[in-house]
């Protein structure tokens, strides 16, 4: 009797896995990033900054460039809730736009990224050969790049142009996404690479080879599907990647203008008055690292749950 | 060894090349032209401007106006700074110790953090020491180095009143007074930019000595009787290092872009501040100089971490 218990027959396994609900993968791995207790967390408190930005300045309606000298540096009170800057702008609205500005500009740098990087990882990885060899050579060369120099170059140089022809946010946001986005696709274009070196060779695509599938329809349907784990953890890494490289620009005073109150672009302004407004720079600055450290969190429970390894010993 | 050093040497040249091709580009792309205040003058006629533009090559094919301009950087002509009327490779010179001297100590406080804690770590995982230093870590690497900037020096500055927030170079005192100086002011943009890496590190060596720590050969190490010690040392930490080496190697990019940020902050006298001082002044010959050398450093950098790499691991020098 007790043996049977400890080694149940095959019939007894059948049973058991056919009264078990079918769980799709994605359900089997949204159970295991909601056991990740820290990067649920992070979803919240992203959540949180996110329906913030987007419904905050309905909810407060105050303009983000009222100029009002009485009002100047005002610590917190009830009619500012985040104070005010030098000019007595109120810093919760400007916080509230600017917040959308960099919350966007980590999205569209990390698609950016992830396009650029999976094309070329697909394609090395598909094709190999001479092919292979070069565009790794290249993602080589572009990772021993020195990010913030040549994005402060590329910056300084096209700025005035773009600003021209495009008008002075749309200019400022088109280059910095570009730039960002096609500095960082490199990780994403290696681990494309790896996946589909082992993926090309699985028994599942030679089936779908043998049944006549063309290359774009293995590549699309059977192997991108089933590379997409590490691309996402990575995507989730460099949306934060690409918020803190905004702000840096902008810290530096380089990236958007004034008019456009970034996170970076407040903290900028108000690191000349830290001795006497610490407020001014403590509320951006907080609210750049919640953003990062969420995300980052985020990536940390998404690589747990998408690892496959975690699955056969669940 | 020394063949392996010398095949390492020789496949960074084509980075560089590739590097320089990249810089240049970008320059040839960019829209703006240097005669273009004469073309406003009426005082100047058009021929003079183009004579100008044929004088200076500027008409010439891309390949022969790149192939002049690295023949140029190699010999170390780089062109004169608009702004503080230098040549812009003495310009930088005078500047470059003191971005070397930050950055190294702040590689050295990280070295020394990162490998005790996350070694430590390892081989008690789940434990609260490691729970709070990874906490730590990932705090660490979330917080962007300019804000920790500002960060200490509200702390350590303003409330305390413990550090200077200006870096200077005048400084009047003299004998241990004067050491005692500059170190003081090299603590916040050593500890940020040090911290900042130690972050990254931490992780990395934690991962990487859990994975080592369970193979067979540290198991033969205690069984044939060496010490606890130097088994930790010499066959777990060494090992753990290689992977460790590769992941920092990867990360060096960042690292000067966090340099950039620290010396902007607290007012370092390095090539980072000259950096945006010369964008915030248009200065283009410097900020193409401190670009490339830049990109130079990073490459010498991946260079060392090739030569660890082959002394952690002696196959791979033999490969």
């Not at chain 2, 050295?108 to 770590?121: E, K, R």
């Not at chain 2, 979330?142 to 509200?154: A, D, H, K, N, V």
Request: contains cysteine; charged residues 15%; positive net charge.
């Amino acid at each position: 009797m007790t043996a049977r218990v400890a080694a149940p027959t095959v019939a007894d396994r059948l049973a058991v896995a056919a009264a078990e609900p079918r769980s799709s993968l994605w359900r089997e791995t949204s159970r295991r990033f909601r056991r990740h207790r820290l990067a649920m967390v992070g979803t919240v408190i992203l959540l949180a900054l996110l329906v913030a930005v987007l419904a905050g300045p309905l909810a407060w309606r105050l303009p983000i460039n009222e100029i009002d000298f009485k009002a100047k540096l005002k610590s917190p009170s009830w009619s500012h809730p985040l104070g005010t800057d030098d000019l007595g702008q109120d810093l919760l609205a400007r916080m509230l736009y600017g917040g959308r500005i960099s919350l966007a500009v980590g999205v569209a740098a990390m698609l950016i990224a992830i396009s650029i990087g999976t094309a070329i990882g697909a394609t090395s990885g598909y094709l190999g050969g001479a092919i292979d060899h070069t565009l790794m050579r290249v993602t080589d060369m572009f990772l021993s790049l020195p990010g913030l120099p040549l994005l402060l170059l590329i910056v300084y140089l096209f700025r005035d142009a773009l600003r021209k022809t495009l008008g002075p946010e749309v200019g400022v946001f088109i280059l910095i996404v570009a730039v960002i986005g096609g500095l960082r696709w490199m990780p994403v274009a290696r681990l494309v690479r790896a996946q589909f070196l082992s993926l090309r060779e699985k028994e599942f695509v030679e089936s779908a080879r043998g049944l006549g599938a063309s290359p774009l329809r293995q590549v699309v349907r059977h192997i991108l599907p089933n590379s997409m784990g590490p691309v996402i953890v990575a995507g989730t890494i460099d949306v934060a990647a690409a918020i803190i490289a905004e702000s840096t620009l902008s810290f530096l005073g380089l990236g958007f203008p004034p008019d456009i109150p970034t996170w970076g672009r407040i903290l900028f302004d108000a690191k000349d008055n830290l001795d006497f407004a610490p407020h001014w720079a403590l509320f951006p600055g907080t609210a750049i690292f919640l953003t990062v450290l969420s995300i980052n969190y985020i990536g940390d429970g998404l690589r747990d749950a998408l690892d496959p390894r975690k699955v056969l010993g669940k | 060894m020394s063949k392996y050093l010398l095949r390492r040497t020789l496949i960074s040249i084509p980075v560089l090349a590739g590097i320089s091709a990249v810089l240049f580009t970008i320059l040839a792309l960019a829209p703006g032209d240097p005669f273009e205040e004469l073309a406003t003058n009426p005082n100047v006629p058009a021929e003079v401007r183009m004579n100008l533009r044929a004088k200076f090559g500027l008409d010439d094919p891309l390949p022969l106006r790149y192939a002049r301009w690295v023949v140029a950087m190699a010999r170390g002509d780089w062109g004169f700074s608009f702004v503080s009327r230098v040549d812009v490779d003495t310009l930088i010179l005078q500047r470059l110790p003191a971005t070397l001297a930050v950055l190294g100590a702040a590689s050295l406080v990280a070295i020394l953090i990162a490998i005790p804690i996350g070694t430590y770590s390892a081989l008690r995982p789940y434990s609260i020491f490691d729970q709070a230093a990874t906490t730590l870590a990932f705090i660490g690497f979330s917080l962007p180095t300019f804000f920790t900037g500002l960060l200490f020096i509200l702390l350590f500055s303003i409330h305390l009143d413990w550090l200077p927030f200006i870096y200077r170079a005048d400084i009047s005192a003299t004998g241990w007074q004067w050491y005692w100086e500059h170190v003081r002011q090299a603590i916040m943009p050593v500890a940020v930019l040090g911290l900042f890496q130690a972050a990254s590190m931490t992780r990395f060596m934690r991962a990487a000595v859990l994975d080592v720590v369970r193979l067979d050969y540290v198991n033969t190490a205690r069984a044939k009787g060496l010490s606890e010690g130097t088994t930790l040392v010499k066959h777990v930490v060494r090992n753990a290092l290689i992977p460790v080496v590769t992941l920092v190697a990867l990360q060096i990019p960042n690292i000067f872009g966090g340099a950039i940020v620290t010396e902007q902050i607290f007012r370092v006298p390095g090539i980072g501040s000259l950096l945006i001082a010369s964008i915030l002044a248009n200065d283009t010959p410097v900020v193409m100089a401190v670009t490339f050398i830049f990109s130079c450093l990073v490459v010498v950098s991946n260079l060392a971490a090739d030569l660890l790499y082959g002394w952690l691991d002696p196959r791979i020098s033999y490969r």
